[in-house]
């Protein structure tokens, strides 16, 4: 059984918390407030933006009330020939010494902030080209909207993000220009790579595309599979501790059929296909290379290790057979139990004796009010 | 002596005795009666300190005093002898009057409250005190006659009142839409200028003829009403109804405040503008000779107080005579275009003839809605209204009345004669879709709105659901089907909007407004804060049992009367103002309570909490 609205609890209990939810968005705004106030950063800030699984509503809430990660990006106007990525993060370091002394560290590549619900995860950009400065400050790029509350995305220079919308009279046409017209064509960013020595391709606008894309094809059940296959993981199977995050995402957007009409549906076929589709690098001890979306040149399953996508593969075996019977059983209590065997106790129990079979006809208590008691 | 023998009042002669005292005023000769105005005519000699081109040293005047004087009417005219003949500011046009009549036309304006009049005679008319009253008249005249002498009848600070114009004829039931908002197309206009209107039907209104279009002489519009339909009134549709329009940099009047009366006065007014009022009409001429009569407005600027500057164009409809093709042209000239231009120059439109001036309403929304509107804020926003039922149609009504201007009204049902109890339509709609029918009615209480009327559900598809309300800014949800809220909340619109979800419940006697805006219907919050108010009004439903229409029908009604609907609609309209007033986001539940204080109505209450009702309420609305 589908179980749609056990799934719509489950997903509910498992989503980043309220309070991390607004301290993302709090803390985003003050971080850029103040980046933008800094006499000595001002001169070479392009912008800022939510990169990352919030960008995308594929995050879960951490366990064990630990912060959740929230992922922003800073473009700069650094020319790699000035800088090379340690001497560009150090400019940075006075800055969070003055607002987020004790609280802030550098972590390889980026700069982690601790706030109190969430940890911003701060990476410097080197410069884009010119042509892409207006790009980067336009408010499809900057908003701070995921891409299902903000179901319209699109990557072109009028698109309003949606507290905009309310004030302005053009807001119509312009989001009637950025519906029809085309995107804007961008190139990759440029990050810290792994060993800070050295710039590399990232292109963080192009993953939120694609699963912008990804979603809609799937009737918007994509992000929640991911969602719920990241939490498969974090509850069934702490070991191995990868894949997860991006890569976890990638795998599953390579295996998640089109077309799907339900979360559930999602799940016992991405499962499934995740089985069929790696079977051949199972048997050779290998693991499939998955190209990271706009930059062909990465293989996001790169830094996975062999053993750990093989054991990886076993869990999927099992946890497809799990979610097939769940998925084709026709009775509640069965299929919701063995649902809650592959996400625990944030899927909801089943009610007891909720088989939905011939309970009868029940006398009415009181005189029916017409309609729902109210009158219009 | 007056012939007929009779004799005025006690009171009247009491009344011309104390006036004919006052200084420099004196009466001419004995009063006279007027038999078919019920009245004396009392004719006195004013004599001026001061004087000036057009008040002479003595003039003289006719008191029309009502028979039941101390009380009637008093009204004070120019003597056709020896009185005088200019029109002022407040005075009517002072034409002659019929031959062998002993007064003029141009009645002077005494009781409109002109302060300063009032500093010399005191403020209020003393009806009923035979001393006084025609004292007071006689003593406003004077003081009028001498700010006619300085000039400064109209005075910087004044509401600006039109010159007087008297116009007769009614049969066109002509309007139009002019306001301060539509000022800017014609303030440009420095020098006098013409055009063509297009008019058009406003079948809602008794057929009133109304100027949908105003167009330059080539055909290009250079504003548009309301009404204005592309498909019907564009410039290259032959069979427009058209009419033309004269505009007047300044008020076309002859000093010191008359309107023209004459072809001949409306000449000179011209000339004094440099406006060429024959070659304009020449031109006209040759457009619609063989024709039947046309329309002609004259327009110029206003002001809404003398000394300000202008902010409105005034017009003036006047008929321009059927103008006939052919026939003999005057002396020495051919029978051609020119030869019957001159021959109506001399005789329709002769010097002498009086201009047919023709009653002409400004219709404009301010107007309309001058004694009390919707906010601007509310009023602009494009509404689309789920469900024409009682409450629906009674929340439509005071919207469309107040002022709204887009409508979508949508509604899957007919009216049946049960529902007449509490709905806005009457006994003519019996049998029709509801929604057609109520967009028939709100058209017909409203010029300016423009109203789309769909009969059927709400639609179950998202797109369509979408579609059908892309464009409105405000969606009001009267339905009171628990699906509906739940359609919108699967639904998702790119340019944000407000959504009321409006019910009552049990005998309309608590009212449920809640409001959101954004993307979507917040259904959540719907939901979460109407269910402890559904559970308690459970409780009502099950002590009194079922409403049942009669014998034979066994399906519940749900009891509601429309005093206590029109309540609820009243509180819907003033809560969705205050929220797009305050510009406010958050969602909210409204919950107002009809309320008793010692048995009797007290009003409504807001209610925060289930918990706070008033239990008197409920025992009393339970016996009831």
New interface residues.
């Given amino acids: 059984m589908e179980l749609k609205s056990d799934f719509d609890t489950f997903l509910e209990n498992i989503r980043p918390t309220e309070n991390q939810r607004s301290e993302m968005i709090s803390g985003h705004k003050t971080l850029r407030k103040r980046l933008n106030a800094d006499k000595n950063l001002a001169p070479f800030l392009v912008s800022d933006f939510l990169q990352g699984s919030y960008r995308r509503h594929t995050a879960v809430r951490p366990k064990n009330d630990r912060r959740s990660d929230v992922d922003i990006i800073v473009v700069t106007k650094l020319l790699e020939d000035e800088y090379d990525p340690n001497e560009a993060m150090v400019l940075f370091e006075p800055f969070l010494m003055e607002h987020y002394s004790g609280k802030w560290r550098r972590q390889g590549r980026s700069f982690g902030i601790d706030l109190s619900y969430v940890a911003l995860d701060l990476v410097i950009t080197s410069a884009p080209s010119e042509s892409e400065l207006e790009l980067f400050k336009s408010e499809a790029v900057t908003t701070t909207s995921n891409i299902v509350d903000a179901?319209?995305w699109r990557l072109h220079k009028s698109w309003l993000a949606?507290e905009s919308?309310?004030q302005r009279l053009d807001?119509?046409q312009l989001?009637q220009a950025a519906?029809t017209e085309a995107e804007w064509k961008t190139s990759p960013l440029r990050i810290p790579d792994r060993e800070t020595d050295k710039w590399d391709d990232t292109h963080p606008l192009e993953q939120i595309r694609w699963t912008r894309d990804k979603n809609s094809q799937t009737n918007g059940h994509f992000v929640n599979v991911v969602k719920a296959l990241k939490w498969w993981r974090l509850v069934n199977h702490e070991e191995p501790e990868h894949p997860k995050g991006f890569p976890l995402e990638r795998i599953i957007g390579d295996c998640c059929p089109n077309g799907i009409e339900s979360i559930a549906q999602g799940l016992v076929e991405t499962l499934e296909a995740i089985v069929n589709k790696y079977r051949p690098y199972i048997q050779s001890q290998g693991k499939p290379s998955l190209v990271d979306y706009g930059v062909p040149s990465h293989d996001v399953l790169g830094r996975l290790d062999g053993g750990d996508f093989n054991a990886f593969w076993e869990q999927a075996q099992e946890g497809s057979s799990i979610a097939r019977k769940a998925y084709d059983s026709t009775e509640r209590k069965e299929s919701g139990l063995l649902w809650q065997k592959l996400f625990g106790s944030k899927f909801p129990s089943p009610p007891d004796g909720g088989d939905g079979k011939g309970r009868g006809y029940t006398e009415p208590?009181?005189?029916?009010?017409?309609?729902?008691?109210?009158?219009? | 002596m007056d012939t007929s023998g009779k004799k005025p009042s006690e009171s009247l002669r009491t009344g011309i005795k104390v006036a004919a005292s006052l200084e420099n005023v004196s009466l001419a000769s004995h009063p006279f009666h007027i038999e078919g105005k019920a009245s004396w005519a009392v004719p006195v000699t004013v004599r001026m300190r001061s004087t000036s081109e057009y008040v002479p040293t003595e003039s003289k005047w006719i008191i029309l005093v009502e028979e039941t004087y101390p009380f009637g009417d008093i009204e004070f005219f120019p003597a056709t002898a020896g009185g005088m003949e200019a029109t002022f500011p407040h005075q009517e046009q002072n034409g002659s009057g019929p031959d062998g009549r002993a007064w003029r036309n141009g009645k002077l304006c005494l009781d409109n409250p002109i302060e300063r009049l009032s500093v010399v005679s005191g403020p209020h008319d003393p009806v009923g005190n035979a001393d006084e009253r025609l004292c007071w008249y006689v003593r406003r005249a004077q003081e009028w006659l001498r700010l006619a002498v300085e000039g400064s009848l109209m005075s910087p600070g004044d509401p600006f009142e039109l010159p007087w114009c008297g116009a007769k004829i009614d049969k066109w039931r002509l309007v139009h839409d002019e306001s301060s908002r539509t000022f800017p197309t014609w303030a440009k206009m420095k020098k006098s200028a013409w055009g063509v209107i297009v008019l058009g039907d406003l079948p809602e209104f008794n057929n009133a003829t109304c100027v949908v279009a105003f167009e330059d002489n080539n055909g290009t519009q250079i504003r548009i009403g309301p009404r204005y339909q592309a498909n019907k009134h564009a410039s290259d549709i032959s069979d427009r109804k058209l009419g033309f329009w004269l505009f007047f940099p300044q008020p076309p009047i002859l000093a010191p405040w008359h309107f023209p009366r004459t072809w001949g006065e409306l000449r000179s007014a011209g000339k004094l503008q440099k406006a060429d009022i024959d070659q304009v009409f020449k031109v006209i001429a040759g457009r619609v000779r063989g024709e039947e009569a046309y329309l002609v407005l004259l327009g110029y600027p206003i002001p809404l107080k003398c000394g300000e500057s202008a902010c409105e164009v005034h017009w003036q409809g006047l008929e321009l005579p059927a103008l006939k093709a052919g026939g003999k042209p005057p002396q020495g000239f051919r029978p051609n275009e020119t030869g019957w231009w001159m021959r109506d120059r001399r005789s329709t439109l002769g010097d002498d003839k009086e201009i047919k001036y023709v009653k002409t309403e400004n219709w404009s929304s301010e107007r309309l809605l001058a004694r009390g509107g919707l906010s601007e804020g509310l009023k602009s926003l494009r509404i689309a209204l789920l469900g024409c039922g009682a409450l629906g149609s009674t929340i439509a009504e005071l919207l469309v009345r107040g002022g709204a201007q887009s409508l979508l009204l949508l509604d899957n049902d007919k009216l049946a004669a049960g529902n007449l109890v509490r709905h806005t339509l009457t006994g003519a709609d019996i049998g029709r879709e509801k929604a057609n029918a109520l967009a028939d009615r709100l058209r017909s209480v409203n010029p300016h709105v423009v109203i789309r009327a769909e009969t059927g559900d709400v639609p179950v598809g998202k797109k369509e659901l979408e579609e059908l309300l892309e464009e409105y800014g405000a969606v009001l949800d009267c339905t009171a089907v628990a699906d509906v809220p739940q359609l919108l909340s699967h639904a998702w619109w790119s340019v944000p909007r407000l959504f009321l979800s409006a019910s009552t419940g049990f005998k309309a006697m608590r009212t449920f407004a809640f409001l959101c805006f954004g993307n979507t219907f917040d259904v959540s919050g719907f939901l979460d804060r109407i269910n402890p108010w559904l559970d308690k009004e459970r409780e009502h439903w099950s002590e009194q049992g079922e409403t049942l229409e009669g014998p034979g029908c066994w399906s519940p009604l749900f009891p509601a009367r429309f005093d206590d609907v029109f309540l609820a609609a009243v509180t819907c309209v003033k809560s969705l103002e205050e929220y797009v007033a305050n510009r406010k986001t958050d969602s909210e539940l409204l919950v107002y309570e009809q309320s008793l204080v010692d048995g009797r109505f007290a009003g409504l209450r807001r209610i925060d909490e289930p918990k706070d009702t008033g239990c008197e309420n409920e025992n009393a609305r339970n016996e009831s």
């Avoid at chain 1, 208590?365 to 219009?376: I, N």
């Fill in positions: 179901r319209d949606l919308r309310a807001s119509r989001m519906s208590t009181a005189p029916a009010a017409p309609g729902a008691g109210r009158f219009a």
